[in-house]
């Protein structure tokens, strides 16, 4: 069984860090390229970052640029993808998905693995 599990969320205050974790069970991310997405109240959801298991390539929002960072664990058998976020606005509090596509694709699209969510609010 395919799962995507997020953490890390929570509540922080404005210009501070956070970092998301996705860690997947019954695939290898090797074979993936995996992204992170965020639905905040009212809104679409919006892709953040995304990259490729395979060959490492990055991918991000102009939100993003400059303030998030998506890395991968390369310890053997690590199925972990982080998002780490700095100097977090109330503009990013949303709900932050992870998903898992084919390699082929810049990003995972809604017909992909997708995790539950976590929810990162952003408050002073």
């Known amino acids: 069984q395919i799962q995507l599990v997020e953490s890390g969320g929570g509540s922080v205050q404005p210009g501070g860090p956070l970092r998301l974790s996705c860690v997947a069970s019954g695939i290898s991310f090797n074979y993936y390229v995996i992204g992170w997405f965020r639905q905040a109240p009212g809104k679409e959801r919006e892709e953040v970052s995304c990259?490729?298991?395979?060959?490492?390539?990055?991918?991000?929002a102009e939100s993003a640029k400059g303030r998030f960072t998506i890395s991968r664990d390369n310890a053997k058998n690590k199925n972990t993808v982080y998002l780490h976020m700095n100097n977090l606005k109330s503009d990013d509090t949303a709900v932050y998905y992870c998903?898992?596509?084919?390699?082929?694709?810049?990003?995972?699209?809604?017909?992909?693995?997708w995790g539950q969510g976590t929810q990162v609010t952003v408050s002073s």
């Open positions: 998903a898992a596509g084919p390699l082929l694709r810049r990003c995972p699209t809604a017909d992909d693995f």
């Open positions: 990259i490729n298991g395979d060959n490492g390539r990055t991918v991000y």
